[in-house]
Each structure stands twice: as C-alpha cells, then as structure tokens.
C-alpha cells in the first residue's frame, strides 16, 4: 500500500497513468493473451515430459511418441498464434499513445507566445517529440504484458510444481522472490541514470541546432576548433551518461540470471539425485518418476522467464519516467495560447472600419502595456512609432489574434474579435515577420502558402510589386531554388522581398508589417517600401510597426506609443 501510494505521489507515474489510460483496457487484453500463451508451456512441457517417459519406461507411460509430438506442434502453433496477436495488440495501443502525446505536445508549444519565458527550444521540443518518445515503445509494448505474465505464470507453475514435489517449489519459492527485491533496488539507479541520459541528448540537439543556425557566422569569426572542441565535450557528456545506463541494466541482467540459474542448477540437482535413487524425500508419497522429474526440469526455467521480462521491461519504465516527467514539467508551466484554433476559415467578408478601444497587454513575465486608441479605414495605412521594448509587435500579435489582450477590444465594425471568430479574422491578414522564415521547399511554394482565389494576385504581378523578380532572376534554379530557413543565399533585403511578394500574393485586406526596413541600407529599404505601397495600392491596408522615420513618413497617419503607457 505504501509503494502504490509512492508511485501515485510520483508525477512520472501520474503522468504514465494518465498517458495509458486511453489503451489500458487493449494493454490488458494483451497482457491476458501473453499470459494464456506462456501457461499452453505446461502443457508443452508436460507433452515432452510424457514422450521421454514413454521412451525410457514404456510399461510406465503409455500413449505414443507421435500422439506427444502432434500435441507439441498443434499447442506450439497455438501460443505462437497468441504472442502474435498480443504483440500486434500492444503496438497498436503504443502508437495510439505515441500519436496522441505527440498531437498534444506539438499542438500546445505550437500556440505557446514566442515570447513566452517557459518555451524551451525548438531542437529540445524535436528531441522530445521524436527521440524521446520513440524511447516509450519497449516500456508501452513490454511492461504491462510483463507484469501480467509475472503476477500469474510463476504463481501458476509454483502451484504445479508443488503438487508434483514439495522440494522443488520450496527451491522456486525461495529464489524467485530475490528477482523483484533486486529489481527493485536497481530500478531506482535505473530511473535517475535515464533522466540524466535524457537531459544530454536534449542538450546536445539544442547545441547542434543552435551551431548549424550560426554556421556562417562561425566560419567568419574563425570559430571552427572551438565548435568542434564544444561537439567533442557534449558528445563525451553523453557517452557518459548513456556507458551510466549500460552499466546498471547489465550489472542487474547479470545479477538476476545468476539467481534464475542457481535456481534452475539447484532443482536439476534435486531431481537428478532423485532420479538415482540417491535422495529419498522431497516428493509427497512416491518418488519422482522419469516424466514427472524432466517436467520440473522443463518448468524451472520458465518460472524465472515472466519475472527477467519483468526486469527487463523494468528499465523501459525508468527510460519512459524520464521521457513522462519532462512532459509533466512541461505541461505544468501552462499555455500562453492564441485566439483560436489555427485552423483554416473563410474570410470576414466586410469593409468596416478596424477600431482599437483600451487596449492592455501583459506578455509572459513581462509589465503591463497600455495602447492609443485608433481607427483605420480600409486601405488606409499607419504607422506604429517608439522606442524599442515599448509593444510596437505586440500590439501586431494582438491585432492578428496571436496574443490574448489583458483589458480592451478590437473590432471591425460591430464584429468584436474574439476566440470564436479568430480564424476568420485571421483570413483576412498578411504577416510580415522581422525576420523572414521559410519553410521547407521550393522557393515557387514558398510564395504560394497562402491563397485566396478571389483576391490573389498572379505570381509574376506579385514578384514585380515587391521589386523581387530580379532576386529570382538570379537565383540558380529560379523559383525552384531552395532557401532553407533563413534564406540561406540572399541576402537580409532580397529574402525581405520575397516575403512582401509573399504577401502581395495573398493580396490580404490589411498587411501587418513588423520592421519591414529595420538593418537594411537605404537602397533596399526603398525598395522594401515601395513594394509595401504598390500593395496597398492595390487594395491592402497597412499596418508597420517600425523605428524608420521615412517610412513613418510615407504612411497616411502615425501613433506614436510612450514609456508612459506601461504600467
């Protein structure tokens, strides 16, 4: 009572409970068919016993050799049918809960602010989705069926073995319990060395991440030998932490086939000498018979085998607590959600005017931020002006629906934006990040992410609005050219332009804009603002949030945020 208690005080058993519950009712059927697999082993074990009798007291044991042998193969063919199935059962239950943890996972970082100060990494969030969890698969196909098979094959066969000698299964009563107390006691050197093995490979994926992102950068600063020399420790850290974990599942695989095989040796002795007429006690009223001495001997083994699988699953549940509590930790520092559900949706069809009323913002761990009321008319353009660190992006998030207001509204004529029109308000926006991304693919689909078919423009029209079809013009493989992430082969103003001419594509009714112009010379900076203003001359709205005073200034109106509006 006192261990289950612990277990349930425990957040990684919590959170393997909560996480099987889903599947427990299939893991047991599992559990159930293994078992029924491993007790026809009697009768396995009881056919070859009789066969050998037979051959060796014919006058004793009657039947034939064939009629065991065809009992074997039929019952053989039965239990392998029954592992099958068991095994196919416990996979599908393991990718049941892999694909629901993973859903979660990706879904809840995938809302979390990026602002937020509880995000962990993105390599560190790959790891745990993929590496990590792909570690649960030995724990959710092998424990549950392992410890069904260990609460009743022993008991089972200990039971028989008695029945048939009364020495035997004192032999067996003595020995096997030694297994789960030293299981027990390794378990606990086995759950913290997996956690420590977990924690370096989530750090050296960050690290990895982290250095392949400043490649060129260290190629410039001639950093090379000291990335390496970085590579090299965090490489032998986790040598270390995995040689830790080696060490304690053979220290114990050693210690626990050591007590299984000076428990099968000690009954091969027993039954031996009883054999040889040289020990009279041990059985009930006759001595041991030929068949009844070779089936102890056939069951003595598979007494041990349920509680070794048990061991063995045993450390899979150490390397599944590790994975199950950085999920619990993880979930335990909440969503910092966005409006909605990111879903695809149908437009907002109106042409009201947008209004921002009391508008306030507390980021995660950050103050509380005030915003200027103001209006903008469709088509109209605004610049959003201050010093850094004031909320100028903020209120861009706030403005899509990525980020809850604290106090205040926002609305397009009587249509306040809320959790259940976010999506459609949403339809309606471009973004144009400060720093451009792309994802993975071609350039041409790149351009092509988002469509409206009643109000996208053509491609060409767009590349030539934000001045960007002389960038494609000089890259190796046109629009098929891929530019990774970052925009691996232009420079900071040509990828800003492909991302204007990404939104000019789109052609949204209002374009929220963050530093479109911030690090670029005054040449492209022109070029960037151009590209902006044909937009808008086509039919956007805009919106920039920006430090440029010539692009301020290009705009039809500015509102200008103060230190004085946070509180």
Do not use: C
Not at 137 to 164: H, K, N
């Amino acid at each position: 009572m006192r261990r289950k208690r612990a277990q349930q005080d425990d957040p990684a058993s919590r959170r393997l409970a909560r996480m099987t519950a889903p599947v427990m009712r299939r893991l047991e059927r599992a559990g159930m068919l293994a078992t029924g697999a491993s007790l026809l082993w009697l009768v396995q074990a009881w056919a070859v016993a009789l066969a050998i009798g037979h051959m060796l007291a014919p006058e004793r044991v009657g039947g034939t050799v064939a009629i065991y042998a065809l009992v074997f193969i039929l019952v053989g063919f039965l239990r392998a049918a029954l592992d099958t199935r068991a095994g196919a059962m416990a996979f599908q239950a393991a990718d049941t809960v892999l694909a629901l943890e993973r859903a979660k996972l990706v879904t809840r970082e995938s809302r979390r602010a990026t602002d937020d100060p509880a995000r962990p990494p993105a390599a560190r969030t790959a790891t745990l989705a993929a590496e990590k969890m792909a570690a649960m698969t030995p724990f959710l196909t092998r424990y549950a069926i392992a410890r069904r098979r260990a609460y009743v094959v022993p008991l089972v066969i200990l039971a028989v073995t008695f029945w048939f000698s009364w020495a035997v299964g004192l032999i067996l009563l003595v020995a096997g319990p030694l297994i789960p107390v030293f299981m027990a006691l390794v378990g606990i050197a086995a759950k913290k060395a997996s956690e420590r093995q977990m924690e370096e490979l989530s750090n050296m994926n960050v690290l990895l991440l982290d250095r392949l992102t400043a490649l060129v950068d260290i190629r410039l600063l001639d950093a090379t030998e000291g990335t390496v020399a970085g590579f090299r420790d965090a490489a032998d850290r986790l040598r270390h932490r995995t040689m830790e974990v080696l060490r304690v599942a053979f220290l114990s695989s050693t210690v626990l086939e050591l007590f299984a095989a000076l428990g099968v040796a000690m009954v091969a002795v027993f039954v031996g000498f009883s054999l040889l007429g040289e020990i009279g006690f041990g059985a009930w009223a006759t001595p041991l018979t030929v068949a009844e001495g070779v089936f102890l001997l056939l069951l003595a083994p598979d007494y041990f085998q349920p509680l070794r699988d048990l061991a063995s699953a045993w450390h899979d549940k150490a390397d599944a607590s590790a994975v199950a509590r950085e999920l619990d930790e993880l979930e335990s520092r909440g969503e910092t959600a966005f409006l909605g559900t990111g879903a695809a949706a149908r437009p907002i069809d109106t042409e009201d005017t947008l209004s921002v009323r009391g508008l306030a913002y507390r980021p995660p761990g950050g103050r509380l931020i005030r915003f200027p009321d103001f209006d903008l008319a469709p088509g109209e353009t605004l610049a959003i002006t201050g010093p850094s660190g004031i909320g100028k992006s903020s209120l861009l998030k706030l403005i899509a629906g990525m980020a809850v207001p604290t106090e205040g509204e926002i609305r397009l004529g009587d249509v306040v934006l809320g959790p259940e029109n976010a999506d459609a308000w949403r339809a309606r926006l471009g973004w144009l990040p400060q720093q451009p991304r792309f994802v993975s693919g071609s350039l041409r689909r790149n351009l092509t992410l988002a469509v409206r078919p009643e109000r996208s423009l053509p491609l060409d029209r767009a590349l030539e609005l934000a001045a960007a079809d002389r960038v494609v013009e000089t890259l190796p493989r046109g629009l098929n050219t891929q530019l990774g992430e970052f925009g691996m082969g232009v420079s900071g103003g040509e990828a800003r332009r492909l991302i204007v001419a990404r939104a000019a594509r789109a052609h949204p009714d209002l374009l929220l804009a963050d530093e479109p112009t911030a690090d670029l010379d005054e040449e492209t900076a022109g070029l960037v603002t151009e590209g902006l203003l044909g937009l808008v001359a086509s039919g956007s709205a805009l919106i920039v949030a920006t430090h440029d005073p010539v692009l301020a200034a290009r705009m039809d109106r500015q509102v200008a945020m103060r230190a004085e509006a946070a509180a």
